[in-house]
Structures are given as C-alpha cells and as structure tokens.
C-alpha cells in the first residue's frame, strides 16, 4: 500500500510544487545559450560562404572563355592548348574541378595563379594586409565621426548645422564613389591644389601607415561615401531616443544634459549603429574594389580587377570567396555585439 502511495505522493507534491510558483524561471538567463546561438550563426556563416564558393566556381566556368588560350595566347596550337588544359585539370567535368579545388582550399592550398604561374598567396596576403590598412583607417575615422555628427544634429535638431549637415549627406549619398575619388583628384591633386598624389602607389612589401600621403585620398574618399548614411541613421536614433520616456524622466530628476545623453541616450543609440557598421564594413569590401581601381591602390580590389582582364580563374575565385567571408564576418560580429549591448537580449539568449 505504501508503495502504491509513493508515486501519487510524489505526482501531488509536484503539483503541490507547481502551485506554489516553483518551476524554473524562463525569464532568467541560461547558461550556454549565447554560446549556442553564436556556434549556431557560425554555422549558418559557413553554408552561406559554401553556397557562394558553389556559385562563383560554376559561373566562372561557365563563361564563354579559355584559360589556356589566355594564358598562351592566339597563336597557340591546338596540341599546346590541349597539352595545357590537361596540365590545368581543365579537361576533367565541372563537377570533379570543383571538389578537387574544395579539397585543396580546405587544406589551405589557394591553387596557382594562371597569370604569374606563382601560389595564389603570394600575391593575395601583400593585397590583403593593404586593403585591411584601408579598411582599418577608413573605420576609425568614418565611425567616430558620424556618431559624433549625428549625436550634435540630434541635440541641435532643425538648426544650421542640422539643415546643412542633411543637405550634404544626401548630396554625397546620391554620388557613386570613383566620382567622390575624381573630384578629390582634381581639387587635392592636379588642377586646384597639388598637395597629394594622385595615385596611392606603395612601394612593394611597405606598411601602407607609413605613407600616410599615399593613403589619405583613398581613405577621404571613403569616408566621404559611407559618413552620410550612418550619420543620418544616428541622427534619427538619437532623436527617437531623446524623446523617449526614460530620457524625459532622467531629467527630471535633475540630471544634466550631459549625464543624460552620455548616460542615458547615446547607449541605447548605438545598438542600431552597431548593426548599421557592419552594413558599412560589408559596403567598404565592395567599395575597396573601385576606389583601389582609381588611385592604382595595391590592394585586393585592384588584384581582382587585374585577374579579371587576365583571366586568372583560381585568383578570382579565391578573391571571391576572401570577400564573401569578410561579409559574412563583419554581419556575425555586428549580430553578438548587438545581443551584448542590448539587456533583453541578452539575458533571454534570444537574437
């Protein structure tokens, strides 16, 4: 009879249990949630750069185009042409190329250039660290400043500097960026003033912060195409932000303006920023490729044009997939950086 009990006994102090409010609170946070949901992304990072590897590797090879022929030129023979497709793997089915090329990039074999018979790194990793610089410098100033913009406006809304700051945000918006890099040729270099070179030569192997002259028109250029969009998104941010009820209530209490932008609006301002960076850092990958073209800057743009006019598929590819992945890595660092800003997020585990 005890026995029968037990398990009633102990149905009843569950409910018992249950009634008095003590099952675990969903609200709290759980532990290894934010390093599921980031492992998860990662893994999400990682389909989205294999289906774009998929995609590049099979359009390339389906243009109407020879890489032998490229490489020895129209007055190749036919056996010389076949000689080297077979050298190359070219002969082999599309499918078999690819997972062949699959193998060899996951053990960190780029290929070899068709152009200049060397590895792929060697030209990629010089090319790489120059465009990081840029990218680098063009952050540092880019973001500072449209937060710093956007924050007066905001606390300045309908004045002179807001009006004209609007103004010339969405002049330079409605201008592409090898128009942004002309006129600054032209005003900073040739006709108005000489005061910096034209082109953004490096010499070869140099540190591209150690020749800030050469570095200054591209990085301006730069700043110029991507200030305008985060300063407006700042500038509405912060103007939603300060006419909410928290910041009505801070000051109130007595608060200063100070203690009251820096506190209590500027934080929560920045979440969207935050995401809105990444965007910006994912714009500047696409935006390196013409402005490197413009000021001859020896970066990974001006290496994927030059392998386009030659031809050089594994350069390309490799290119390709180096710029898809810093895309995908600049929108997963936005994502955790904006669950760790914002509260709800994350002590829910929730994005």
Request: aromatic share 6%; hydrophobic share 50%.
């Amino acid at each position: 009879m005890s026995i029968s009990l037990r398990p009633g006994g102990r149905a009843r102090r569950s409910a018992f249990g249950r009634a008095r409010g003590r099952e675990p609170d969903r609200s709290r946070p759980r532990s290894g949630v934010g390093a599921r949901w980031i492992l998860r992304r990662i893994a999400l990072g990682v389909v989205v750069v294999w289906g774009c590897s998929v995609l590049i590797f099979f359009a390339l090879h389906a243009l109407p185009s020879d890489p032998a022929q490229a490489i020895l030129g129209k007055q190749a023979t036919p056996q010389a042409l076949a000689h080297l497709r077979s050298f190359l793997g070219l002969d082999r089915p599309v499918i078999s190329q690819y997972l062949s090329w699959l193998g060899n990039l996951l053990q960190g074999h780029l290929g070899r250039s068709y152009a200049t018979q060397q590895p792929v790194t060697v030209e990629l990793m010089p090319a790489l660290e120059d465009s990081l610089c840029l990218l680098a410098a063009t952050a540092a100033i880019s973001i500072p400043l449209a937060i710093l913009l956007g924050a007066l406006t905001a606390l300045r809304r309908d004045g002179v500097l807001d009006r004209g700051s609007l103004f010339v945000s969405l002049l330079l918006t409605a201008v592409p960026e090898f128009v942004i890099g002309i006129v600054l040729v032209i005003v900073f270099a040739t006709v108005v003033w000489r005061v910096l070179p034209a082109v953004a030569l490096l010499p070869a192997h140099a540190d591209p912060f150690s020749h800030p002259r050469q570095l200054a028109l591209p990085v301006l250029t730069l700043v110029l195409a991507v200030v305008p969009y985060l300063y407006r998104l700042v500038r509405g941010t912060m103007i939603d932000v300060l006419e909410s009820e928290y910041v009505t209530m801070a000051r109130l209490k007595g608060l200063s303006e100070w203690t009251v932008v820096m506190r209590h609006a500027l934080p929560n301002a920045l979440i969207p920023v935050t995401q809105a960076s990444a965007i910006i850092m994912s714009y500047l990958l696409g935006g390196i490729v013409v402005v490197e073209y413009v000021f001859g800057y020896p970066g990974i743009g001006t290496l994927l044009t030059q392998a386009i006019s030659s031809r050089d598929i594994p350069t390309i590819e490799v290119v390709s997939i180096v710029l898809t992945a810093g895309v995908v890595l600049f929108n997963l660092t936005a994502d955790v950086l904006t669950v760790l800003l914002t509260p709800k997020l994350r002590t829910g585990g929730q994005a």
